[in-house]
């Protein structure tokens, strides 16, 4: 099969097109790493993958680099392409992140990526809503109430939950004045998205959650800090709970 001709899939066996070679090569590594085809062991040889690929050993050097500053291998002189445990992985990264949605048997780590996400907003949101309460200004609470406007919307469009959710939110972070609550916001998105997708997966999910989104919006505009917290961790702590008994796991934050 010669590389134009080649489908783009991820399990090696057919090369890589010539448009876009660089991004095909990174994406084509990436997944199959994030798939766990090489487990966490050798890649293998230069050689091997280049003629696997059927791309040039420059090209794929400079893919490889890539992944390196992603966190998914290490190169070593004399020693090849190592990956990486999963832990050193850049979960920040949209691109690694994105690779995780693939393969089925990575629906446990995407469930467990998604359980410190929302963790990580129980614990920051109600403080950032209760900041937005006391320090936002007439058009960041504007933009707020738009923002769950454009929420309440997808009730008739459940496929721009994931986006509008997050400007929802986002909107929250800045008006909290504080930037690296806004600039963690912002690092957080790619996890946040995943974390939406599984928790209103379940039929009626979105319409219980979205209440708690108005209340919270509600309460910023009326500049009430201390119900602005309080209504943001009721927001928080739903995903939460659920996440923890999908995954067996403890919720800590929420015990007594």
């Excluded at 992140?97 to 410190?116: E, N």
């Excluded at 800045?174 to 957080?188: K, M, T």
């Excluded at 201390?226 to 995954?247: F, G, H």
Aim: charged share 25%; hydrophobic share 45%; proline share 5%.
């Amino acid at each position: 099969m010669r590389l134009s001709d080649a489908p783009n899939t991820i399990d090696g066996s057919a090369a890589i097109p010539r448009r876009n070679l660089h991004d095909a090569i990174v994406e084509r590594l990436g997944q199959r790493i994030v798939a766990g085809e090489f487990g966490s062991g050798l890649l293998p040889t230069e050689a091997q993958l280049a003629a696997e690929l059927a791309v040039s050993r420059n090209a794929l050097r400079e893919a490889v680099k890539v992944l390196e500053s992603k966190g998914l291998v290490d190169v070593r002189p004399r020693l090849g392409i190592r990956v990486r445990d999963a832990a050193d992985w850049n979960l920040l990264d949209a691109q690694v992140l994105g690779w995780h949605r693939g393969p089925p048997a990575l629906a446990k780590r995407r469930a467990s990526h998604a359980f410190d996400v929302v963790e990580f907003r129980l614990i920051v949101e109600p403080k950032a809503s209760r900041l937005a309460a006391t320090r936002a200004t007439d058009a960041e609470i504007a933009a707020i109430s738009q923002a769950y406007a454009q929420l309440e919307k997808c009730l008739e469009a459940p496929e721009l939950i994931g986006e509008r959710d997050l400007v929802f939110h986002g909107s929250i972070f800045r008006a909290s004045h504080n930037a690296l609550i806004e600039r963690l916001g912002r690092l957080i998105s790619s996890l946040a998205t995943v974390a939406v997708e599984l928790t209103t997966q379940p039929p009626g999910s979105f319409a219980i959650g979205l209440p708690m989104h108005r209340e919270v919006a509600e309460a910023i505009a009326r500049r009430d800090p201390r119900e602005a917290e309080r209504a943001a961790q009721r927001l928080a702590a739903s995903p939460y709970d659920d996440l923890a008994q999908r995954l067996g796991r403890s919720g800590d934050l929420l015990s007594e």
